[in-house]
C-alpha cells in the first residue's frame, strides 16, 4: 500500500541528465547509471520528464507517439531496464503523461489535417467569426490561441505552442484511447503517473471572447474536469494500490485542489500548484524582474496547508522543476551563502506536510545559468516572449529577466565532475553548462559531509522516520521579525518546530527549553538566528 506522505520524488529531465552514446543529449542509459547515487539520495520515485517520440518543439511535450521511446533516449529494453533496476533499488518509476494537447505531428493530427472527420474530432476544430479567430484568447507562450488550416478553412486550438494540439476531452473515443495509453504503461512496470496541465482538459461548450483576461478563466478547473479525472482514474491507474498519481494544476483553487486529491473522490492523490512561485511576478507578469514578496510566500505555503488538510487534500511540495528558475538563485543566495541558503530552502519546504519533489542538480545546489547571449537559449517560450518584448524593451534588459525566469535556467545538464562537459557528455551539449560546474558538481557534493547533498539526504531521513512530519498538522507561528519563517507541525504527541531565515541578517528567536534540535544548517549554535539559517526542533 502506498504512504505518500513517507515518499519523496526526484524529477529528471532526461535530456539534461546523463548522456552515455555521445550524442549530447540525456539518455535513460544515463539514468541507469546513475540508480546508485539516487538510492544513497534515499527517494522512492523518479518522475521522468516525456522520453516519448517528439518534434521536440516543446522539449517533448508535444507528444507524436504515446507508446514508445524517443530514439534519442534509448529503446523500450532500455525503459524496462530502467523499471527492472530501479525496483531493485526500491525506487519506481512515474511517467510524465501530456493529455491536455498531442504534437501536430501525431498521427491523429495528421490524420484530422485530412479532414478525417473521426480524427478532427479528436481535437477542437473551429470556423473563424468576422474574418478573424474563434477567439481572442492568449496562448501561454505568447499570440493567439487558434491556427489556421487553409485546406479545412478552419481554426484548431492550442494553448500553448502552435504546434500542440489541443484534444477534445468532450469525445468518449479520444478518451478511451487515453486510457489504453496509460494501461499499456502500467503493464510495463510504471508506479506513478504525473499529469501534465491537466486541469485544463475540460474546455467549455461556448467558446467567446475574454475581455478581462487572457481566456483561462473559460477553460481552467472546466465543468466537466472532476468528471473526467473520476473516469480516468477508474478506468486506469485507480485499479492499483501501489500507483501515485500527481495533477500539474495551472492557475488553479484550493478547492479544486481538494477534490482532485481528497481519497474519497477517486480522482488524484495530489496537486502541484504554483501560486508560491508567482510571488516575484508583478502585477501577474512573469517575464517582469522584482524581488519575491516574502509575506506572500509565507501566507500562500500557510493558506494551502491549512486549507488541503481541513478538506482531506494532498500537497505536492516543491521549489524546482523543468519549468521554473532554480530556487536557490530566486529565493536564497547562490553566491556568498549559496550552501546555508540551498539547506535552509530545503528545510523550508521538506517538513511541510505534503510529499516533497526534488529537481535534479536542486540536492547539490545548482544556480540558474545566468546566459548573456540570446543565441544560448533553446527555450520556446523563452525565445517568443523575447521577440515580442524587444518591441518595447532594450536587449540588455530582456536578458537581465530570461537570468531571472527562463526555464533554460533549470535545463542545463546535470553537473557530474569538474571533467569536459561537466561529466555530462563527452560531446557538446544540446544546451550549455552552467560556467560553475567545476565548483558545484556531484563528485564535491559526495566528498564533503557537509554538502548541501547530505542535508537533503538528512532530511529525507527525517521524514521517513517522524510520523509527525508524515502526517502532522501545520501552525504558523507569527514573528515580530521580517525575516523568518516559522512554523509547528503536531501529531499525537510528537512537535516539530521549523525556523528558517530567509536572509543575510541575523535576527532574535527564542526557543523554550522543551525542544531539542534535531538539525540544522549550521555546526555550532548560536542564541540568533544567523543568515539563511534552518534549525529543525523536536518537543521533549
Not at 465543468?223 to 495551472?250: A, C, P, Q, R, W
Not at 543565441?375 to 530582456?398: A, G, H, M, Q, W
Amino acid at each position: 500500500m502506498k504512504n505518500i506522505g513517507e515518499y519523496v520524488i526526484y524529477q529528471i529531465y532526461p535530456k539534461s541528465f546523463k548522456d552515455t552514446t555521445g550524442s549530447g543529449q540525456g539518455d535513460l542509459r544515463g539514468i541507469i547509471n546513475s540508480l546508485d547515487y539516487l538510492e544513497e539520495l534515499g527517494i522512492d520515485f523518479i518522475w521522468l520528464t516525456p522520453i516519448y517520440p517528439s518534434p521536440q518543439n516543446d522539449n517533448g511535450y508535444d507528444v507524436a507517439d504515446y507508446c514508445n521511446i524517443n530514439k534519442d533516449f534509448g529503446t523500450m529494453k532500455d525503459f524496462e531496464k530502467l523499471v527492472e533496476e530501479g525496483k531493485k533499488r526500491n525506487i519506481y518509476i512515474m511517467l510524465d503523461m501530456v493529455f491536455n494537447h498531442t504534437s501536430t505531428e501525431h498521427k491523429w493530427f495528421k490524420e484530422a489535417l485530412k479532414g478525417n472527420e473521426k480524427y478532427m474530432n479528436y481535437y477542437i476544430f473551429k470556423e473563424g467569426k468576422n474574418g478573424k479567430e474563434p477567439t481572442n484568447w492568449v496562448s501561454k507562450f505568447g499570440g493567439n490561441t487558434w491556427e489556421y488550416v487553409p485546406n479545412l478553412d478552419k481554426y484548431y486550438l492550442h494553448l500553448f505552442d502552435k504546434t500542440q494540439a489541443d484534444l477534445n476531452w468532450e469525445n468518449e473515443e479520444l478518451r478511451e484511447e487515453i486510457y489504453k495509453i496509460c494501461n499499456f504503461w502500467l503493464e510495463k512496470g510504471v508506479k506513478g503517473f504525473r499529469l501534465d496541465v491537466i486541469n485544463l482538459i475540460s474546455k467549455p461548450e461556448i467558446f467567446e471572447d475574454d475581455y478581462e483576461g487572457d481566456g483561462r478563466r473559460f477553460y481552467t478547473d472546466g465543468t466537466k474536469i472532476h468528471e473526467y479525472l473520476k473516469e480516468l482514474n477508474k478506468n486506469t491507474f485507480g485499479k492499483y494500490s501501489d500507483v501515485i498519481t500527481v495533477g500539474e494544476m495551472s492557475s488553479t483553487s484550493v478547492e479544486n485542489c481538494i477534490l482532485y486529491s481528497n481519497k474519497e473522490e477517486k480522482e488524484l492523490d495530489m496537486t502541484f500548484n504554483f501560486h508560491h512561485l508567482k510571488v516575484d511576478y508583478k502585477d501577474g507578469n512573469k517575464w517582469s524582474n522584482i524581488e519575491f514578496d516574502f509575506e506572500k510566500l509565507k501566507n500562500l505555503f500557510s493558506e494551502w496547508q491549512i486549507k488541503m488538510n481541513e478538506g482531506g487534500g494532498w500537497n505536492a511540495l516543491f521549489w524546482c522543476n523543468h519549468d521554473q528558475p532554480r530556487a536557490i538563485s530566486r529565493f536564497g543566495n547562490d553566491n556568498i551563502y549559496h550552501r546555508e541558503s540551498g539547506k535552509m530552502l530545503a528545510t523550508a519546504l521538506h517538513m511541510l506536510k505534503g510529499t516533497p519533489y526534488i529537481y535534479q542538480g536542486e540536492e547539490i545546489g545548482m544556480t540558474n545559468a545566468y546566459f548573456d547571449k540570446i543565441d544560448d537559449y533553446r527555450d520556446v517560450e523563452s525565445l517568443n516572449y523575447f521577440d515580442i518584448l524587444k518591441k518595447d524593451n532594450e536587449e540588455k534588459d530582456i536578458l537581465e529577466v530570461l537570468q531571472k525566469k527562463s526555464r533554460d535556467n533549470s535545463r542545463t545538464p546535470m553537473q557530474w565532475n569538474s571533467d569536459i562537459n561537466g561529466g555530462f557528455s563527452k560531446e557538446e551539449p544540446w544546451i550549455n553548462l552552467n560556467k560553475n560546474y567545476k565548483e558545484i558538481n556531484v563528485y564535491n557534493a559526495l566528498k564533503d559531509e557537509d554538502s548541501i547533498f547530505y542535508h537533503y539526504k538528512e532530511l529525507i531521513k527525517i521524514r521517513k522516520k517522524y510520523d509527525v512530519v508524515k502526517f502532522g498538522d501545520y501552525e504558523e507561528i507569527k514573528t515580530n521579525t521580517k525575516g523568518l519563517y516559522v512554523y509547528k507541525r503536531k501529531y499525537k504527541q510528537e512537535e516539530l518546530l521549523v525556523v528558517c531565515n530567509f536572509y543575510d541578517k541575523e535576527e532574535d528567536y527564542f526557543v523554550s527549553d522543551n525542544y531539542i534540535l534535531l538539525n540544522s544548517n549550521y555546526k555550532e549554535t548560536s542564541n540568533y538566528i544567523r543568515p539563511y539559517e534552518a534549525r529543525i526542533y523536536l518537543s521533549k
